[in-house]
Structure formats: structure tokens, C-alpha cells
Nanobody, 124 residues
């Protein structure tokens, strides 16, 4: 019923840009906080960015601050992650996530929803 479908991943040269999209269905999108996580091989899944339902409050991890921008279009039920100045260390599977209360609930597996993930590979 609830689906989050990511797109926009791929292979990019260091210094380049990608825009990830996450299309949501089966939920009241405008009432959910939305975010992006990533997981590299052998690493924990880390929160990169989140945006509240209103779009007026955002958070960024230090590793991506100033390079990545999260945004949402409630009319389209879509959240975006614009990634600029990409580095090889950004290589990972990127996951969209949604929860009505906290994205930490999604990370812990107690509530919320994950997308299937999209691979981003940055070549040096």
C-alpha cells in the first residue's frame, strides 16, 4: 500500500551533481517528515537530511552540509535530494524514508517506511 520509489541514482564523476527523487504513494504525504539516508558497504545507515511536513525546518549531516539540499513538493508527493560537489566518499546506496513522528523510528524499525534504495557511485 505505502510505497516510496527512489530514482535518479547512477555513476557520476567527482565534482559533479545528481538529483535524487522519491515519489510517495499510499500515505498522507503532507503530514509526514521525509528524509534521506545512505549506507556504504560495512557502514551503518546514516541520516543525511530531513525536512518536516511544512518544508520550513531542515536538517543536514555535517558531511553533506553546504553540498546537498533537501526539498519537497507536497502537491506531487515527492521529496528531492540535490547533490552537488560529489566526492568518492559519497558512494553509497541512498534511501528515502518517511515517518509521521520521527525518522529515528524508521531507522529503528518501529514505524515509518523505507524506499528500496538507489545506488550512487562517484568516481575519482
Amino acid at each position: 500500500q505505502v510505497q516510496l520509489v527512489e530514482s535518479g541514482g547512477g555513476l557520476v564523476q567527482a565534482g559533479g551533481s545528481l538529483r535524487l527523487s522519491c515519489a510517495a504513494s499510499g500515505l498522507a504525504f503532507s503530514t509526514y517528515s521525509m528524509g534521506w539516508f545512505r549506507q556504504a558497504p560495512g557502514k551503518e545507515r546514516e541520516l543525511l537530511a530531513r525536512v518536516t511536513w511544512s518544508g520550513g525546518n531542515t536538517y543536514y549531516a555535517d558531511s553533506v552540509k553546504g553540498r546537498f539540499t533537501i526539498s519537497r513538493d507536497n502537491a506531487k508527493n515527492t521529496v528531492y535530494l540535490q547533490m552537488n560537489s560529489l566526492k568518492p566518499e559519497d558512494t553509497a546506496v541512498y534511501y528515502c524514508a518517511a515517518d509521521r513522528t520521527s525518522l529515528d523510528n524508521v531507522r529503528r524499525g518501529v514505524s515509518g517506511h523505507w524506499g528500496q534504495g538507489t545506488q550512487v557511485t562517484v568516481s575519482s
